[in-house]
């Protein structure tokens, strides 16, 4: 097996990566793009990628939300949740006054602006493709910056001195990490699992994203993330990137994405799968498979009166 990752090595993704089940004989390749890492799985090149999606200070990863609701089917089998915890690091010899620019990818910058601002308000972001290859580049001669925000691992990776550890201006940031394949067989319900989707309006009206929550609130299915993305049509048009909790085996479920598939004009399913935290979905009196079966017996008892 070949397991595609946001790379470089030292990234947060390959520790992600790292904690999924079985990984030691699996050969683990690093890419250097979410989109290019998706796209590998969609070509066969690996079997499957981990990208992260999911910041519990920034929210969804766009990058990650735009390449699954777009091209192949690609489903996830598999979500990681990893605390994420910040360094400051440079080339050894440099100190807080040498600082002129910090290089780091767009989601490490934004958790650690507070930081910045108080300890080095006059530094220069540098944008990079990953805080790994922020770190990276340091160890040239020729970069554009003198200092990189990056994980532990990745500056000691790379030989870098640490400036400052814990950076981070909320202690308890913590990004979500899903492991995407090509549809398949999708793991079996656990009980804890939850369901991702991606809806399309068939158009826009008022009261439209109030029907589509009403297929889930009608079946006391609880939303653990919504999110709006252009679909990139014309300007004012979206879709919904949607996490809930439940299995599409589960009937409750299964009736929410019927009810969908007929008032959205296309739903894409990105799978079902167990969830990092292991929490067990509450289900709700009158929405039970057992409710579900004997109403539908019910109903089949009154048709063949």
């Not at 050969?27 to 999606?53: K, Q």
């Not at 949740?81 to 690091?89: E, G, K, M, N, Y």
């Not at 067989?185 to 158009?203: M, N, Y």
Request: with cysteine; aromatic share 6%; net charge negative.
């Amino acid at each position: 097996m070949r397991y595609g990752y946001f790379g470089p090595a030292g990234t947060f993704t390959e520790m992600a990566l790292l904690r999924l089940p079985g990984v030691e004989d699996v050969e683990r390749v690093p890419i250097a793009s979410v989109e290019s890492a998706l796209e590998a799985v969609r070509d066969g090149s690996v079997d499957a990628a981990v990208v992260p999606i999911e910041n519990s200070v920034e929210g969804g990863v766009s990058a990650t939300l735009d390449a699954l609701s777009s091209g192949a089917d690609l489903v996830v089998v598999h979500e990681v949740l990893v605390p994420i915890t910040f360094v400051l690091a440079a080339r050894a010899g440099t100190t807080l006054a040498d600082i002129r620019g910090v290089g780091s990818h767009p989601h490490a910058w934004a958790q650690v602006r507070h930081w910045m601002g108080a300890h080095l308000p006059e530094a220069t972001y540098v944008p990079c493709l990953s805080t790994a290859a922020a770190a990276a580049g340091l160890a040239g001669d020729d970069t554009a910056y003198e200092a990189a925000v990056c994980a532990p691992v990745a500056a000691q990776a790379h030989g870098l001195q640490v400036l400052a550890e814990d950076i981070g201006d909320n202690r308890s940031a913590v990004t979500r990490f899903v492991l995407v394949a090509r549809p398949g067989r999708l793991p079996e319900p656990t009980g804890a699992d939850k369901t991702s989707v991606v809806l399309f309006q068939a158009d826009d009206h008022p009261g439209g994203l109030l029907e589509l929550l009403e297929q889930f609130a009608a079946r006391g299915i609880n939303l653990t993330r919504l999110e709006s993305r252009p679909t990139g049509d014309a300007l004012g048009r979206y879709c919904f990137s949607i996490d809930f909790e439940g299995h599409v085996n589960d009937e409750r479920v299964g009736e929410t994405l019927m009810g969908l598939r007929r008032v959205c004009a296309d739903v894409r399913f990105l799978g079902s799968y167990p969830r990092a935290d292991g929490a067990v979905v509450e289900v709700r009196p009158g929405t039970r498979d057992t409710d579900f079966t004997a109403a539908r017996a019910w109903l089949q008892g009154l048709r063949n009166a």
